[in-house]
Structure formats: structure tokens, C-alpha cells
């Protein structure tokens, strides 16, 4: 694997370190001479001899850039500026920002650099910054790419350029340059503020997002830079984890607690990387990475049940979050287990998937007994009249304004006071009758908590989907599928569209499709997903990585097939298929009709069928208005 190399100056583990005193000026050319002790920190990729160098200049360093031989500067479609110098190319991805961070790593606060000057003189340039303020330092991450390189990016595919949802930060990826509004020296971030803190904390999970996204632009048009920034990504994250296997986040308190969500994550973009090729540093940080996953459980009386993060360890862990929670002992669980369902099905998934990639067979009992706590909680139906009626008056709060409105007048007042006393007992009352699948299919993210959290639906939806995959189980097919079908009839996909903070569950309801429909043949969700899209491209979103088709956990890396990319940006393409049976969904979510042609074409002829079922006149293919074409291969 290619990996970090370290200037003669360590790269300095504080982020508010400062950098080895590098003169008045940074010359360009120097930043990527390993022992110079200018670049704090170099990473070079042995495939394709380009080499990135995350510089880091703090209040008192220096602020002025110069670059001799210059031919040429351009702004690139994918972002950022490329400079031609010599026989050499740089590209700068972003614009230095000025970052504060926080003695964990937390990013507190960033803004532009400032420009003091400019000047161009002959064949040389340079840039002088205002020094930034005393705590805060200067990050900027500079490329040296071979010309075939750099020629990709300055012409982008359509499909490049289409936004792509991110699972952590739920925010959009679009051009190879926003790889930088999240990855700075050598860490990726989630780009945005969290909640309790308002920092920005180290997400595995963004990371495996981005990484999905770019393996599927490199299988789809044979794009060197997709991979090149992907193994860039991977050797961030492998470097990143810790000696005693542990990825670390605080998100919640100030001891850098790890989220055990995002920790499998991490280990999910280990895992797609050795699917396409054994890797001895990947394999190592990976079987550390599984060690410390399989340790973070407890047991109840039905099996295993993995923790969502450190902080359930223990009560006095938990006093120093900021949630308040029922002190419940139901299932035989301790009280400081949430038992919440995602993290343990990802756990379940994470360690199996581990199993088949590495034939390391010593998580097998632990996850066996983790399937039966799953099937366990998941079949739970105490007290189901009370059940019926409390979700029936909850169910109002499902609907969009428009439906709600039109309640009468009694109906909007048990709605009201649903929202202000029932649900806040709700807790205590799955505390003492204990139950996460509700009547008519809603599925509650956690047990005990003191919170609410219908868009955790969508979500759990997603990561059953994918558990449903890797095991087949009755109890998960049933909850799954009622899920899926009260998410229609609800009204809360529209409610979620009305809450500026639950938008994000969007995100995850198509996500949770494109496995659905990997798994079920039925037209039905085909239809969904379609819709969904058409969603995510009104609210500027982006589409879930997955649909690019190379999700390897979804789809073995042998059998992913390329996703075309369409001569007209505008489309939007869901990639449901893999070799020998391809599956396409195209998306047209403008006013108008648009004709369907190729820049890049399926890799085999296809039959196409319009929404309603109807055969599409392959000689004359059109995406309607506010519409979708459905292909497969031909019967």
C-alpha cells in the first residue's frame, strides 16, 4: 500500500505544532522533497508516481509561495487550479483555510486564508498570505501529478461531476477537489459542525463514503484519479487508527470516545480495498480494527449485543454525555446499554464480512450469538394493543403540514398532545415492555434513550437491508419488508422533505433501496427508488454512492459491472446489476424530456421499459419529464 512519508522533520502530532522554520518563501518544487523539512507531511503513491504534500503553517511561519517556470494556471472543472511549471503539474486542490483545532484534533473554526499579495513576474509567481491568527495555523494540500493525470481532470465524465451523499457528514461530494473539505493533513473530517461541541470530529464514515464513490467513477470510465485519491483516502484512515485498534472521535465528551458506527466504517474500507487484492498493512490494521470491534459488547439473555460507543462501557461513562436515558435493566442488558439496533447490526455485519475476507474464523461464536440477540429483540410484541394505540396517535406526527392541517380539530389536538406527552414517556414505557418493532412497521432506533428519532428509520431500513444480505433470516425479512411499506403509507418521507434537520433521512431511505432492490426482483421498489432519486436531486442532496454499483460489501468486487455515464448531465443513473445481469435505472429530473445517449455506453445490449411497464422504443430512447427508464438484460 502506498503510504505516508514523513520530511526529515516529523510531521508534529499537535495539530498547533509548529512546522520546521522554512524561510520567507515556500518554493513549490521543495514542498515535495522528502528531507528538506518543508512539507510536514508527504504522501506518495507508488502506482502512479504523484505525490501530495499536506503543508501546515502556523502564526509564525512562512506565508509567501513562489513558482518558478510557470506556463500556465487554469481552474479545472474538478476544482482547484492546476499549474503547469517545467515539466512538471500542480495541482491545489482548495485554498489555504485557517483552522483552529482543539488539543484532540477537533477542528474548532476555519475560514479562507487571506491574500496580502500577488505577483507575476516572467515565468514566476507567487502568493503572500496574511500570517493566520496566534492558535490557529495555515493547512493546504498540494499535488505534483504526472501529465496523464492531470489531463483526467480537466476533462471530466457527466457522471463525475454528479453529487454524491455522504453517510457521516450527510453532506454532497461532487469534484475530486471537495476530497479537501474533508481531508486535511492527512486526516478526513466530516464537514460539518457536530453537535454537542460544534467541531468537526474524524469520520471513518464519510471516508467509506467517498471511497464507495470514487471506486465506482474509476470502474465506471478507467479514471486513474478516482483510484489515485482513493488509496489516499484508505492510507489516511489506515494511518490513522490506534495502537490498541481503536478509531477515536469525540463526538460527544472531551475523551475522544470512539463511535463504534464509524469504527466499522473504517473497517468496511479496509475490506473493500483487500477484496480487490491482498495488502499485508491493510490485512494487519484491519485484524487490529476487529479485535477491538469484537470486545465492545455485552450479553443479554438472548446473545451478544454490540454498544454503540465507549461511553455505554459503563454509567459513569454515560454521566458525561449529554443525553439523559431511563436506568433500564430489561433483557438482561446493564443500564448503561442504549441497545441501539444499528450499531449492532453493523457490528454483526462488520465482523462476518471480516470472517470471509481474512478465513479468520475466532468471531464466528460471538457473531452467532449476536444474530440470535438480534432475532430476539427484533421479534419482540409485548403489549401490543397498548402499542397500537400509542403509535396510532404518534402516527399523526408522521404527517406532512398539508395532511396534518387538514386533521380536525380533535384529531390536531391529540396530535399536540401527543408530541408534548406521550412521546416523551415513551421511553419509559419500552423500558418496562421492551420492543423496537412497532405496529405497522416503524422501527425505533434505541431503547432507552430519552430521545426521538423517527428519521433513524431510514436508517435502520438501510443497515437490515445489508444484514438481510449477509444473513438470511425470516425475522429480519419481515421487519424489513413492513418497514419498507409503512414508510410508504406513513406520510413521513414527505415530513421528513418539511424538517430542515431531518432531510438527511432521505439519504438513507434511497440508499437502503438501491440494497433493497439488489436483493428483490419486485418492480415496486424499482419504482421507489426512482422516486427517491427524483427526491434527492430536488433538494440538492446527492445520490447515494451505491448507485455507481461498486458498493463491494453489496456487490463482489468480481462481478461489479461499470456504470455508463450519460452524454447528458442531467440524468441520473442507478447502477442495479453486476455481470451477466445488468440493471439499470436512468432518472430525468428536469421539466423536460431528454433523449438518452452514452458518453460512456453499457457494456451490453439492454432492454428498456418505461415507468409504467410498458417496452421504450430502443431506437429513439427518451427519459421523460420528471421521469425514469427501467433496463435490463433482455429475457
Known amino acids: 500500500m502506498t503510504e505516508f512519508l514523513l520530511a526529515a522533520a516529523a510531521a508534529p502530532v499537535n495539530p498547533t505544532s509548529a512546522s520546521p522554520d522554512i524561510g520567507s518563501a515556500i518554493d513549490l518544487r521543495r514542498l515535495f522533497e522528502a528531507g528538506s523539512g518543508l512539507g510536514n507531511r508527504l504522501w506518495a503513491d507508488t502506482a502512479s508516481a504523484a505525490v501530495c504534500a499536506f503543508v501546515r503553517i502556523p502564526a509564525d511561519g512562512a506565508t509567501r509561495f513562489r513558482v518558478e517556470a510557470l506556463q500556465g494556471v487554469e481552474l479545472l472543472p474538478h476544482g482547484g487550479w492546476l499549474l503547469r511549471a517545467g515539466d512538471a503539474c500542480y495541482w491545489i486542490p482548495a485554498a489555504p483555510i485557517e483552522r483552529r483545532y482543539d488539543q484532540q484534533g477537533h477542528i474548532q473554526s476555519e475560514r479562507p486564508a487571506t491574500t496580502a499579495a500577488t505577483a507575476l513576474d516572467g515565468q514566476a509567481a507567487s502568493l503572500t498570505l496574511r500570517a493566520p491568527a496566534h492558535g490557529a495555523v495555515l493547512d493546504l494540500a498540494l499535488w505534483r501529478l504526472p501529465p496523464a493525470l492531470a489531463d483526467e481532470l480537466r476533462a471530466p465524465l457527466a457522471l463525475e461531476l454528479q453529487p454524491a451523499y455522504l453517510w457521516g457528514s450527510h453532506t454532497r461530494f461532487g469534484r475530486a477537489a471537495d476530497l479537501y473539505l474533508h481531508l486535511t493533513h492527512g486526516v478526513v473530517y ?138 433500564s435493566r430489561a433483557l438482561g442488558k446493564s443500564e448503561a446499554n442504549m441497545l441501539v439496533l444499528n450499531t449492532q447490526l453493523d457490528a454483526s455485519i462488520a465482523l462476518d464480512r471480516y470472517r470471509d475476507i481474512t478465513g479468520d474464523e475466532k468471531f464466528a461464536e460471538l457473531v452467532m450469538s449476536a444474530r440470535q440477540a438480534t432475532q430476539a429483540v427484533l421479534g419482540l410484541r409485548p403489549a401490543e394493543t397498548l402499542y397500537r394505540c400509542i403509535f396510532w396517535c404518534i402516527g399523526l406526527s408522521f404527517l406532512p403540514t398539508p395532511q396534518a392541517s387538514a386533521l380536525p380539530a380533535w384529531k390536531r389536538a391529540l396530535k399536540r398532545l401527543t408530541w408534548q406527552t406521550l412521546i416523551p414517556r415513551l421511553p419509559d414505557i419500552k423500558a418496562r415492555f421492551p420492543r423496537l418493532v412497532m405496529p405497522g412497521g416503524y422501527i425505533d432506533r434505541e431503547l432507552t434513550l430519552r430521545t426521538w428519532a423517527h428519521d433513524y428509520h431510514a436508517i435502520n431500513l438501510m443497515d437490515l437491508a445489508r444484514y438481510l444480505r449477509r444473513f438470511d433470516d425470516p425475522v429480519v425479512r419481515r421487519v424489513l419488508v413492513e418497514g419498507l411499506a409503512f414508510t410508504r403509507r406513513s406520510g413521513i418521507l414527505q415530513r421528513w422533505q418539511e424538517l430542515d434537520y431531518q432531510k438527511y433521512a432521505l439519504g438513507f431511505w434511497a440508499e437502503a433501496l438501491y440494497h433493497v432492490c439488489t436483493l428483490f426482483p419486485d418492480a415496486q421498489y424499482r419504482q421507489w427508488l426512482a422516486e427517491a432519486m427524483l427526491v434527492l436531486e430536488d433538494l440538492k442532496i446527492g445520490q447515494p454512492p451505491s448507485l455507481l454499483g461498486a458498493n463491494a460489501e453489496a456487490v463482489p468486487v468480481a462481478q461489479q459491472m461499470p456504470c455508463p455515464s450519460p452524454a447528458d448531465a442531467q440524468l441520473r443513473v442507478a447502477n442495479l446489476g453486476r455481470r451477466r445481469a445488468p440493471e439499470l435505472l436512468v432518472v430525468n429530473a428536469t421539466d423536460t424530456p431528454l433523449p438518452l445517449g452514452w458518453e460512456i455506453a453499457p457494456v451490453e445490449t439492454l432492454a428498456w421499459q418505461q415507468a409504467d411497464g410498458n417496452p421504450a422504443e430502443p431506437h429513439a430512447l427518451q427519459v421523460p419529464a420528471r421521469g425514469w427508464l427501467w433496463a435490463r438484460t433482455p429475457h
Request: proline share 3%; with cysteine.
Open 190 to 327: 466530516e464537514n460539518r459542525y457536530a453537535w454537542p461541541f460544534k467541531i468537526r470530529v474524524a469520520s471513518e464514515n464519510d471516508a467509506h463514503a467517498i471511497g464507495v464513490q470514487l471506486a465506482g467513477l474509476q470502474r465506471a470510465g478507467g479514471r486513474a484519479w478516482a483510484g489515485l485519491l482513493s488509496r489516499q483516502v484508505l492510507a489516511c484512515v489506515v494511518d490513522r487508527l490506534g495502537p490498541d485498534g481503536a478509531f477515536r472521535h469525540g463526538v460527544w465528551t472531551d475523551g475522544m470516545e470512539s463511535h463504534y458506527r464509524l469504527h466499522c466504517s473504517g473497517m468496511h474500507l479496509m475490506m473493500d480495498a483487500l477484496a480487490q487484492g491482498p495488502d499485508a498493512q491493510v490485512e494487519a490494521a484491519l485484524r487490529r480494527a476487529a479485535a477491538f470491534l469484537a470486545q465492545q459488547h455485552e450479553r443479554l439473555a438472548a446473545g451478544v449485543w454490540f454498544l454503540h460507543d465507549e461511553l455505554e462501557l459503563s454509567v459513569e461513562r454515560m454521566k458525561q454525555g449529554p443525553f439523559r436515558w431511563v436506568a
